[in-house]
């Protein structure tokens, strides 16, 4: 690696910090690591990391990684390795990525907070990006390590700024599966399996990814006006699915929490525009 080689810290070695101490060893950058279980890290040293004792045992390092299970774990053990740059990818709320950065200010610590929007077995990969913010010229002297990561995009100074994107995206994630798991219960009342299911469920998750840029336009704009299909239509169709959940003996929880939502949002005058109107009665 010549000049670029790094001496990097990693705390915390679940799986995501395993991954990522794997990646940067396959970088050839100078990895140390600490766990409160060190026996994970066995077939990381196999590959040439150093196992430290303590936190403290890794803060001397250029920059440090954090990736514990969540702030409060993590803030004793930040406190402990004191790291002279840190990049937090422990999951939080903006709030607390705040907090962390004041604490960061304050103790003279260069900081920048991210978030991983990919599993473990992503990380190295291009498709595994990584979302950052807080201070861009910390970010920017990083860049060579947080690259080796995953394709990492710079979101703002706000050091909350990360946590929120990676809530909103998870949330998309969270509705999509469980959109899913409602599909695939309700069909497999008449004996459909998955494997049936699925060919046309991924066909059309992705036509249903094509129409996130025009509901972002419509968002932006406040233009709800739409041609395609107007929200009462869709407010019916989803009576129809919580009618047919309940028959078919199953719960149906999900789409009724969105049934109350488009029905608000109906009673409030949008029937004749498009679903974007939605984001009225969510906001
Ligand atoms: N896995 C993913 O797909 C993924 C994706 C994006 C973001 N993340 C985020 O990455 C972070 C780590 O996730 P993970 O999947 O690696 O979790 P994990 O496998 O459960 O690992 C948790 C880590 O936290 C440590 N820990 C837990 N309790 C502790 C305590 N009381 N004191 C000290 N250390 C403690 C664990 O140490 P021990 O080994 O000693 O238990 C381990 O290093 C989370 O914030 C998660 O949201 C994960």
């Known amino acids: 690696m010549g000049e670029s080689k790094k001496q990097v810290g990693v705390l915390g070695l679940g799986r995501m910090g395993t991954a990522l101490a794997g990646a940067l060893l396959g970088a050839g950058h100078d990895v140390s690591v600490w766990n409160r279980s060190p026996l994970k890290a066995g077939p990381l040293l196999d590959r040439g990391a150093r196992l ?17 299970s969540t702030y409060d774990i993590q803030q004793p053990v930040l406190e402990a ?13 903006p709030e607390q990525a705040r907090g962390v950065a004041k604490w960061a200010a304050s103790e003279g610590i260069d900081y920048v907070d991210g978030v991983i929007m990919a599993v473990p077995q992503g990380i190295g990969t291009p498709a595994a990006q990584v979302l950052y913010s807080g201070s861009e010229t910390v970010f920017a002297a990083q860049r060579d390590v947080l690259e080796v990561l995953g394709a990492p995009v710079f979101l703002g100074e706000d050091a909350g700024l990360a946590a929120l994107y990676d809530l909103a995206l998870l949330g998309m994630m969270w509705s999509t599966m469980a959109g899913y798991l409602h599909a695939l219960a309700l069909v497999g009342t008449e004996g459909v399996t998955p494997a049936q299911f699925a060919p046309m469920a991924s066909a059309w998750q992705s036509a249903v990814g094509g129409f996130l840029p025009g509901i972002g336009e419509q968002v932006a704009s406040g233009n709800y006006e739409t041609d395609v299909s107007a929200l009462d239509i869709n407010a019916a169709g989803l009576a129809l ?15 009724a929490a969105l049934q109350e939502l488009f029905d608000r949002t109906v009673a409030a005058g949008h029937g004749s525009h498009a679903i974007a109107s939605v984001i009225e009665e969510i906001r």
């Open 52 to 68: 430290a004792a303590t936190p403290a045992e890794v803060g001397s390092v250029d920059v440090v990684l954090s990736c514990l």
């Open 81 to 93: 390795a004191a790291p002279k740059v840190l990049v937090n990818l422990t999951s939080g709320t």
């Open 241 to 255: 699915l919580v009618e047919t959940s309940r028959a078919q003996g199953i719960s149906p929880a999900v789409p």
